[in-house]
């Protein structure tokens, strides 16, 4: 059981470069989101989604898109990265029942 | 709004002694949740324990116990027998109700090291 995987785990960008941030669950969990951790703070959400083809803003979502075209998967887009998007990217999904949350086990993220 | 406080920076305690992390939470949702997260070194999330706000009883697991106390709307953890590798960041986290997902609301953590 793979449970929440996120590629890369690393990656330096240059200012205005843009990549993708995979996340994947194989529970099938209905909720997944993604969250920023910068240094010496709590996560804060960026972007989350209920189901396919259903997504929503958090609390810190400019500079970033998301599409949820399969349950499985909800790739985090930075369209043209800044020095502010450095960071930790934690991805997270839940069943519809229960509480648990999963983790992926985070990206970090250098934009120079 | 929601909001998570995490009033102690740093905390430090003697292996195999007791430690009481701190939470208050401000929320005026009828109907949440409140988790405990620890983040060692290597970085990864990793749930310890969980409280309903309707569960009657403290929720336990293990060496961890959630001392919630709706009125004054607290939800400390309480670590018993450290150990050293219990030495992470800890994070107090809300979830609002049950339709909210995978969304949670974070503090900004407490570094706890535990002493030899």
Same mark, same amino acid.
């Given at each position: 059981?793979?449970?929440?995987?996120? %590629?890369?785990?690393?990656?330096? &960008?240059? @200012?205005?470069?843009?990549? @993708?941030?995979?996340?994947?669950?194989?529970?099938?969990?209905?909720?997944?989101?993604?969250? !920023?951790?910068?240094?010496?703070?709590?996560?804060?959400?960026?972007?989350?989604?209920?189901?396919?083809?259903? %997504?929503?803003?958090?609390?810190?979502?400019?500079?970033?898109?998301?599409? !949820?075209? @399969? @349950?499985?998967?909800?790739?985090? !887009?930075? &369209?043209?990265?800044?020095?502010?998007?450095?960071?930790?990217?934690?991805?997270?999904?839940?069943?519809?029942?229960?509480?648990?949350?999963?983790?992926?086990?985070?990206?970090?993220?250098?934009?120079? | 709004?929601?909001?998570?406080?995490? *009033?102690?920076?740093?905390? #430090?305690? +003697?292996?195999?002694?007791?430690?009481?992390?701190?939470?208050? $939470?401000? *929320? =005026?949702?009828? /109907?949440?949740?409140? #988790?405990? $997260?620890?983040?060692? =070194?290597?970085?990864?999330?990793?749930?310890?324990?969980?409280?309903?706000?309707?569960?009657?009883?403290?929720?336990?697991?293990?060496? $961890?116990?959630?001392?919630?106390?709706?009125?004054?709307? =607290?939800?400390?953890?309480?670590?018993?027998? /450290? +150990?050293?590798?219990?030495?992470?960041?800890?994070?107090?986290?809300?979830?609002?109700?049950? *339709? /909210?997902? =995978?969304?949670?609301?974070?503090?900004?953590?407490?570094?706890? *090291?535990?002493?030899?």
């Amino acid at each position: 059981n793979a449970g929440v995987t996120q %590629t890369p785990k690393f990656q330096v &960008l240059k @200012t205005g470069q843009s990549m @993708t941030l995979q996340c994947a669950q194989d529970m099938n969990h209905e909720y997944m989101s993604w969250y !920023r951790q910068d240094p010496g703070m709590g996560l804060r959400l960026i972007h989350y989604s209920v189901g396919a083809g259903i %997504t929503d803003q958090g609390e810190v979502p400019n500079g970033y898109n998301v599409s !949820r075209s @399969t @349950t499985e998967d909800f790739p985090l !887009r930075l &369209l043209s990265a800044a020095p502010s998007q450095t960071s930790v990217y934690f991805c997270a999904s839940r069943l519809l029942v229960g509480h648990t949350i999963y983790f992926g086990e985070g990206s970090w993220l250098t934009v120079v | 709004a929601q909001k998570i406080t995490q *009033t102690q920076p740093g905390m #430090f305690v +003697q292996e195999k002694e007791a430690v009481t992390l701190d939470c208050t $939470y401000d *929320t =005026s949702d009828p /109907s949440y949740g409140l #988790f405990w $997260y620890k983040q060692p =070194s290597s970085g990864e999330m990793i749930f310890l324990i969980y409280q309903g706000s309707y569960d009657q009883q403290n929720a336990t697991e293990g060496r $961890y116990s959630l001392n919630f106390q709706k009125a004054r709307k =607290s939800a400390n953890l309480v670590i018993s027998a /450290s +150990q050293l590798g219990d030495s992470a960041m800890y994070f107090c986290a809300m979830r609002r109700g049950e *339709t /909210s997902g =995978s969304r949670l609301t974070f503090g900004e953590g407490t570094q706890l *090291t535990v002493n030899p």
